[in-house]
């Protein structure tokens, strides 16, 4: 079956529960071919912010290894605090 997707949408989480984001984005990661993609994670307070955007990312990479995700955040901080954990696929944004 042929799945069309759309080219530069950006995935937003429905919730700022941050548990029912990961749910959602990494569903999102396992039902489409997504080796790029951009989420807009703007509206999370730093920590559920951080806390999302690692072990999404790590989801990501185990399934898309040279693949990337654009994180669309609302603090320099949050760059900070993943910036050790070395991910590799991630930009912030």
């Not at 989480?13 to 990661?29: C, K, M």
């Amino acid at each position: 079956m042929l799945q069309l997707l759309p080219q530069n949408d950006i995935v937003t989480p429905n919730t700022q529960n941050p548990s029912e984001a990961v749910e959602f984005i990494n569903s999102y990661i396992e039902k489409y071919h997504c080796e790029n993609m951009s989420v807009d994670i703007s509206f999370m307070n730093v920590l559920d912010a951080c806390y999302v955007s690692t072990l999404c990312s790590t989801k990501h990479y185990i399934k898309y290894p040279n693949g990337k995700i654009n994180w669309k955040i609302s603090s320099e901080l949050i760059r900070e605090f993943n910036k050790d954990l070395e991910l590799g696929n991630t930009n912030y944004i």
